[in-house]
Each structure stands twice: as structure tokens, then as C-alpha cells.
């Protein structure tokens, strides 16, 4: 384990890169600035955000891709607003999509994180993705089944079962989820 700024300044490295893993998941802080003035290893970033306006989300996910083998698999908890947000942030979703490297974005309730009452997203990303989920992305809306807490709301069991089950087997449920091609 190190301690760093992942963005500025990568610690995971082998052979002088940035190292590359079968399977990243990843909590990274939401909706942070980020400077590039001192950044190392430059080439893991395809498209550059706004260094203000708290726009480092999809800078991580840049980053977890560039630590990804070419058959890697990827989740991160992300804020709704990388699903939305336009500008350099629209560029770079668009680049994902044609990439052919989102599986699935699973929408999950808000009040889920202490601190802050941001709806979020899980955004499942694959190198590999099988010839049957090919240019396709499984939105799974997961945001109204959460049991509410005094500070904080929670996935109950059966909630993470149903998202597993959906997730795991591509179902399309209506309301629920549903498998959407790119052209959409």
C-alpha cells in the first residue's frame, strides 16, 4: 500500500510505469480539483479535464484504464454528474463508449457514503468485453431500493443480490435495467 496523489504522481509502478493489474476497484474522492503541473506519466490521459471546477473523476478513471492489462476488468464508485456533465468530461465519456470499454453503470441511491448526500454510480469498465455485450452498456437503476438510515442509507442484502443477479446475467428488468446499445 502507498500513500500519494494517484493522479500527480503514481507509486504502483514496475519497470519504471505505471503498473498494470488484472482488476481495479476503486472509491477515489469525488469531484476534486487537480493540478497538472507536476504530473508524471502523462500518456495514461487521452483527454485532459478543466483543472478547476472540481473535474479530477474521470482523470481517475483515465488512470485506472491505463492500469488495466488488455483483458482487465475495472469498477469505481463515481458521482452522477460523470454521467451528465458536458464539455472535456462529454469528450471523454464518448471516447469510452466508442472504445467499447463500458460494461455497465449501476445507478445507486443517495445518502450511501458518509459526508455527503451525492447520488453516485458504480462505472464497470472491460478491456474484453464478449462478443455478445459488444458495443452494448447495462444500465442498471438501482437508486430507489436502499434501506433509509438516521445519517447514512444502505444496500440491503437483497438489494445487492438483485444487483448482482442483473449485473451478472446481462437481464434486462423493466425499470430496472436495461442493456443499451451505443448508437443510443
Not at 460494461?103 to 459526508?115: H, K, Q, R, W
Request: net charge neutral.
Amino acid at each position: 500500500i502507498e500513500n500519494g496523489d494517484t493522479l500527480e504522481d503514481p507509486q504502483i509502478l514496475e519497470n519504471g510505469q505505471v503498473r498494470k493489474f488484472d482488476r481495479v476497484l476503486a472509491n477515489p474522492p469525488f469531484s476534486q480539483n487537480y493540478s497538472r503541473a507536476n504530473m508524471t506519466f502523462t500518456h495514461r490521459f487521452r483527454e485532459w479535464c478543466p483543472e478547476t471546477g472540481k473535474k479530477a473523476d474521470l482523470m481517475f478513471v483515465q488512470h485506472m484504464l491505463a492500469s488495466l492489462k488488455p483483458n482487465g476488468h475495472m469498477a469505481t464508485i463515481m458521482p452522477h454528474g460523470v454521467l451528465f456533465r458536458g464539455g472535456k468530461e462529454k469528450l471523454i465519456r464518448e471516447i469510452l463508449i466508442n472504445d467499447d470499454l463500458i460494461e455497465a453503470v449501476i445507478s445507486l441511491p443517495p445518502g450511501l457514503f458518509y459526508g455527503t448526500g451525492i447520488p453516485a454510480c458504480v462505472l464497470v469498465c472491460n478491456k474484453s468485453k464478449p462478443d455478445a455485450l459488444r458495443d452494448k452498456v447495462l444500465f442498471i437503476n438501482a437508486d430507489r431500493e436502499y434501506a433509509e438510515g438516521k445519517n447514512q442509507n444502505k444496500l440491503r442484502p437483497e438489494d445487492i443480490e438483485k444487483i448482482d443477479y442483473v449485473f451478472t446475467h446481462k437481464r434486462e428488468i423493466q425499470k430496472y435495467s436495461r442493456l443499451v446499445d451505443k448508437t443510443e
